[in-house]
């Protein structure tokens, strides 16, 4: 039994010694891991400044192109009736009763496609922007004219949707600088 003991006390010792050996090393090891992730960060905040300023131009370009776009449209808005206004081709402008289909972008950037039946009924459809062959969604039996309309709306619509995206991403990215700017901040004042 005395020998158990001796062996149980020599197995405690040597832990204990190897515990207090490793729990030396330990300060340099999270120090290090420390200066791993602030190196990290450095790395994450330049890769998050060099996206915002790629988004910064995306925006800017956007922004230019849909001017552009606009001023091949005319906007449309009833203020007594609609909280939403509509951007239209000129041949359509304020004579939508004449035709019996129509394509306008809501100032929201949505490609409606309206149809109007003989009791002067509108149906409306929305073209999905995010498929790249939107010409599955059109209905049958357009002519030639229609379809080069519903091309220019589809140009004006993909550009706001695409501009509008852009902005999302310029807002992420904002943030993520500003996350990791702060972080550093933090991390240098302890």
Do not use: H, W
Not at 111 to 133: G, H, M, P
Not at 157 to 174: G, H, I, V
Request: aromatic share 12%; proline share 2%.
């Amino acid at each position: 039994m005395k020998r158990f003991f001796y062996s149980f006390f020599v197995f405690v010792t040597s832990v204990s010694v190897l515990c207090v050996s490793s729990c030396k090393e330990r300060p340099s090891k999270v120090e290090q891991r420390k200066e791993e992730i602030r190196r990290n960060d450095s790395l994450e905040l330049a890769q998050a400044k060099k996206d915002l300023k790629a988004a910064d131009s995306v925006v800017t370009l956007q922004a230019l192109e849909l001017e552009d776009l606009k001023k091949q449209f005319v906007f449309e808005k009833q203020a007594k009736y609609q909280t939403t206004g509509y951007y239209v081709l000129p041949a359509y402008k304020d004579s939508k009763e004449r035709f019996t289909f129509f394509p306008e972008v809501e100032e929201g950037g949505k490609l409606l496609l309206v149809s109007i039946d003989q009791k002067r009924r509108y149906s409306f459809t929305e073209v999905d922007l995010e498929q790249e062959d939107y010409s599955a969604q059109l209905p049958k039996g357009l002519s030639s004219a229609q379809r080069k309309d519903v091309a220019k709306c589809y140009t004006l619509a993909k550009t706001m949707y695409d501009l509008a995206n852009a902005r999302k991403q310029q807002e992420k990215m904002s943030l993520k600088v500003r996350f990791y700017e702060e972080k550093r901040k933090r991390d240098a004042s302890k």
